[in-house]
């Protein structure tokens, strides 16, 4: 079982849709969590970061953490076609020899105007 | 502030040979984490460097080396390169000892022929 599992898509949205992203890992030592951006032929781009349970709100962007069930979320809101792109979530154990962050494979986005 | 910088930005090279890639900072970060994302195998973390010293590193054989030099500029090398290398290398950059929260750069797109 890998550690991190990830819906590869594609999703393909109309403009002005909600979007849902989900992430599922098996690591109970994972405490912080984040969501990247990635358009075609660029590096990531960190977009949301969250520690331990609960929900972040940035803009249209929400994440959302269940360490009870392992489970994390993304919306996006109101979806734009500049919001077509790759999604990653990562995730990421406290000190000692966890200073790395672990990767789903990514779910390719795309909003259709 | 200025963002992750990697040098150079696609390099090609063949088999056998060896690369050295460089990346640079967001001023201020001391941690340095080097990726591999591949199309099969997504995101794979490589090594991570903190004030210098190599703090974590990931199942790649080890022919993937590197270091960080005391401005907090980081390296990574690749001896006898095999076809399998080729991939985008990513470098991601953090302020705090715990590296958690990772800026990448663009990233170095290794193509071995």
């Known amino acids: 079982q890998k550690e991190v599992e990830q819906d590869p898509g594609p999703l393909s949205v109309p403009e002005g849709a909600i979007v849902s992203l989900n992430c599922t890992y098996s690591n109970s030592a994972f405490q912080y969590f984040m969501w990247y951006r990635q358009y075609s032929r660029k590096g990531p781009e960190l977009l949301m970061y969250t520690y331990s349970s609960g929900n972040k709100e940035d803009g249209r962007f929400t994440a959302q953490v269940d360490k009870s069930s392992k489970y994390i979320s993304l919306f996006i809101r109101d979806s734009q076609p500049s919001d077509s792109a790759t999604y990653l979530c990562?995730?990421?154990?406290?000190?000692?020899?966890?200073?790395?962050?672990?990767f789903g494979k990514g779910t390719l986005l795309t909003v259709n105007p | 502030k200025a963002g992750v910088t990697q040098t150079p930005r696609y390099l090609i090279k063949t088999r056998g040979q060896q690369v050295t890639l460089s990346c640079s900072p967001i001023s201020g970060h001391r941690s340095v984490s080097w990726y591999q994302q591949t199309p099969g195998q997504g995101l794979q973390f490589l090594f991570e460097?903190?004030?210098?010293?190599?703090?974590n590193k990931g199942n790649f054989p080890g022919r993937f080396s590197g270091r960080q030099f005391s401005n907090s500029r980081s390296e990574m090398n690749v001896s006898t390169l095999e076809l399998g290398d080729s991939a985008l290398y990513l470098c991601?950059?953090?302020?705090?000892?715990?590296?958690?929260?990772?800026?990448f750069g663009p990233g170095t797109r290794l193509t071995v022929l």
């Open positions: 991601a950059s953090s302020y705090g000892p715990d590296g958690n929260e990772q800026f």
């Open positions: 460097y903190f004030s210098e010293t190599q703090r």
């Open positions: 990562a995730m990421s154990g406290v000190g000692g020899s966890n200073y790395k962050l672990t």
